[in-house]
């Protein structure tokens, strides 16, 4: 005996588009009212800025059309683009640091997969620095030389937290195993050190940079302002690093370091060879998000008067023609920072995935 | 084998661990101290050359300069120390405001995150994602712009509500006028506060002995609300309001809160509630899933779940961290000095300038800063040593 049974359909409010509707914007009383308030808030919102950023908006002309214009001035970005970006830099060089940042950028994305960081990267790394720091510098094979001090705009925002970054990395890798060790004086200056930067904000730091600095130095040594700001940044970025670096080391298994001692391995050869590889590693994400916030940091540099990419948007708005329009210049700005701590973090998250993939699948060596 | 232990009786002395370990130790101190007296003996030199002074001889002098806003009575004769003593409070009064606000801001986003209703939780996260790109300097030099750009002079001024004016020059609102029964009135309404606590615990106890539940909100908001309530009716119900008026280009009467100090603590709020928000998202997700079905299954109301079982539970992993954004707002408030807000560090900035005494100024920094972060991490330690598991 065969009996057919006969399939029945869910509702059709349960599956479909009506029925992920109910299920994500109208389930239950709050949740509809919730939904109800918001969509009326967007309908409101979302014209009005559309009407105000596109249709209404400017975006070739001089400063008295856009006095005039009802929508967005975007034309204080257009029209002072060179200036905004490259700040200081004379103007028929510009090409120069125009390259050295399309170099910059394209190697940290080729060499964003870590497969391929190796020694061969190394040199290839090394290379490209000494040919961005000609280009900018100058003063080599017909290049006129530029003063650091006219270095401004985003090209010194992408040096400082480049810079800032590289340097304070291996400063922070000392600290924190100074930290860790059990030598009882070079752990408290570590201690020390860690835990002062850390209770400071930057700005003490730069201050310190901008009035301390010279005061510390023999007489007759000077040492520019950008480099000065850079130092303290090292400074205060390694702080943070060596943190984030000990928590790895905290996180190794104790069974690793007496494997390695055991080995007749010493303190430096452990270190490189077995508990710094492994600790790095694991570290890479809250890594990535101190770099993140030094890279946003950079931006405080205003206050000791460089020109970073915020400050020459800043001086572009205090001339007369453009001033009231600050609204559309830093939207420009807040979305070169927004699309370089994006895909910051969005790196960040992919090696997360990949460091759990690696964790769950069973070593096959 | 045995010839290898027969030679190795004599160890030298650099290749002894612990010889090499003080070693070590005295290379570094000498290497600090020499670098130190380096620094401090040039240090002396330069500020000899310069005919600077040393020490802080300065905090006594007249100071000479006006200070925007201030929570004590300042002119610019008063002292240095005065200034700065000005500085810190008003660097603590938007970090406490801020802190305030952006824990209650970022709890609400970081729940929101987790909203069954997709549109919610998008806005939370779009939110969560703006805010945390964009260096909070710019965000702090957006809404100083918008106040100055967006916002009329005060004659045009908007008044979205009844006593509230909103102008370039800040925020205008009324208050109350000054009537000593409203002295009363805070009097009972810090006396309601505690009575409040108390009934509360009695509630607690209660309900853990006989089970029996008290209707502890209503209760709670009726005392809150009523007992003040009532001593401003005995003492006479006065209802006159210190209007904010326009008076020649500004307003006089009510209250101002300039717009230095509003886009200060606005960029910081929202900033800050970014993070705290993928704090509180993360406490929230370590705690399992089966605790909330289990709460759901012995009948307990959706918010009673969130109030009485993964909140407590969520607590312990979010005070930590939330306590380093806590102490990071502190420090970014010392942003201020980019907008104009007299906060320690602009008045600080402006003592260095005019005394020239750098090392003080910046070893004052440090020490104040140094201070609230030591106080603000010695509290949220005992906080949290205080909802730690309590093992048996």
Redesign the interface.
Known sequence: MSTTIEEIKPPATNVGVIGWIR???F?GLF?SI??IV??AGLIRVVPQFIQWAFIDSVWFTSGQECHEATGACWSVITQNIRFNIFGYYPYEEQWRPLIAMIILIGMLIYSRDWNKWNKRLGYIWLFALFVMGLLMKGGLLGLVSVESTKWSGLPLTLLLSFFGILASYPLGVVLALGRQS?????KS?CVVYIE?I???????ML??SS??F??????GVTIDKVLRAQAAIILFTAAYIAEVVRGGLQAMDKGQYEAAESLGLNYFQMMRLIILPQALKIVIPPTVGIL?SAF??T??V??IALYDI?NTT?SI?TEPEWT?F??EA?IF??MI??VC??SM?QYSRKIEKELEYKSNTPQSS | MASVNSNSGKTYFWNDQKTR?IL??VF??VA?ALLGYY?IS??Q???A?QSIASGFGFIEKEAAFEIGESLIEYSAADSYGRALIVGVLNTLKVSLVGIILTTILGTIVGVATL??????SR?GFVYV??F???????QL??FY??FY??FPSPRQALNPVTGVFLTNRGIDFAVPAAHPAWLYVGLAFLAACAITVMINRWSVKRQEATGQQFPMFWAGLAILVGLPLVTWAINGAPSQMDIPVLKGFNFSGGRNISPEFSALLIGLVLYTASFIAQIVRAGIQSISHGQTEAALSIGLKPVHVLKLVIFPQALRVIVPPLTSQLLNLT??S??A??IGYPDF?QVA?TT?NQTGQ??E??AL??LV??TL??LTSAYMNWYNKKIAIIER
């Open positions: 299920q994500n914007l389930n949740s919730a939904t918001i969509l059990n030598m009882p004086i070079i200056l002062m850390r209770g400071v904000p930057l700005i003490t201050f310190m009035v301390m010279p005061l510390f130095l023999p007489e993140i946003k940091d931006s405080l205003v206050i915020l800043k708005l009231g600050s609204t830093y700005v807040a920072y927004y701590c994006f973090s | 370990a070590y130790q570094t101190a600090v620094l040039n240090v030199t330069n500020m050359k909203s069954k209703n997709w549109l919610i806005l994602e703006i945390q790109n964009i260096p909070v300097l710019l030099f957006f712009a918008l750009e967006a420090k970014n010392s942003l000095v980019a560090v900035g260095i750098a090392v100024g910046v920094m440090m800063y140094l972060s030591l």
